[in-house]
């Protein structure tokens, strides 16, 4: 690589493109800090307007590139997918052109690469360094496909090739990136050997003045006007949307077991309860309707509440009036909610699978529990519901561990000096 200026030194203006569909997605914490630095020039592609609500420097160029063209009528399923990525990517090449026309060539390009965005980038800069922040690779045994049989029962030819041309996509922007981020060591664990070893772990990491315990919190009402009290049993789970994947079969399952062990128990379920995020739809309806049919008439329901979406700021107070958190994953990504919980002291029970046992200990900072047994699962939250002393020391020991590992300054730090090592050429696998 040509000689390039220090991210660090202020010395003269680095140059850094982001490139990221949900703009500013995992960007968000790095470009402030880059802004309040100095000396950088930033500028980013993505596809959907900015968020508002998420600050973003004054500084920051932010550029939208459009779409020419839908999928084809008619074209082979096995690539629908990779075609939809092609598209995405010729489009914000098309804008990368652009912004080099104006005269912009970056020093460093740090793209998502997962919606396709990143396929073409180095077709316009060649010789500039491309960091691609990587959060999975698909396998068709030891992480998420397969793993559950009730839902997941298809082991054809077929099943294995759509895994293949999932993936295809990423092994053109992994032989392109010049290296690789990944936010957890399970997550990097799914990618080839050969493409590990250009893949460093870093956390997006947590806001830890945001996410704290708080020892006395205030009442906070739910959207169907609950009012929910410090000192009451309160169970919390959180989905973006319900489905399989993150265990809403197991929790809601877990829901008349629970009762009878605690009667009094507060359950509230945030997430949207159309569609899903991951893995297949419902064949019949929604998932979460169809496992609330399965156990009507064995539960209370007056004592569950499903809030749907909530913003950040009433989700934060929820989980500091948490009594106990469950957390269930297929081995998958993990959410930041787990970690947003632990900072904020909750007594986890989590699902006894690769992703959560990477930051739960059990009986060390939480509980691990099979995910498929919705009776041990309710078991461990009466545990964490009855023994306060024990949750609490949970609560205690799991907010060390995320200050500790994932603390939002440090991981922050952590990406900038990576950054500036892959800008400068000193990363080689």
Known sequence: FRTRPSLCSGSETVRILFVHQNFPGQYLHIVQRLASHGGHQLVALGINALDRSRPLPDSLFYARYGLNRGNTDGIHPLVTETESKVIRAEGCARAAHQLKEKGFVPDLICAHPGWGESLFLKAIWPDVPLLCYQEFFYNDQGFDSNFDPEFQDDQSWQAQAKLTMKNAYLHIALDQADWNVSPTHFQASSFPDHHRRKISIIHDGIDLHRAVPNPSPEPLTLPDGTVLEAGQPIVTFVNRRLEPYRGCHTFIRAIPDLQRLCPEARIVIVGDTKGVSYGAGCPDGEWGDRFFAEIKGRYDPSQVHCTGTLPYQQFLPLLQLSACHVYLTYPFVMSWSLLESMACGCAVV???????????????????????????????????LSDRERAVAFGEAARATVEHRYDLDSCVSRHLALMNLVASGGMVA
Do not use: Y
């Open 350 to 384: 989590g699902s006894d699978t690769a992703p959560v046992r990477e930051v739960i200990r059990d009986g060390v900072n939480g509980l691990l529990v099979d995910f498929f047994s919705p009776i041990d699962l309710a078991s461990a939250v009466a545990e964490m």
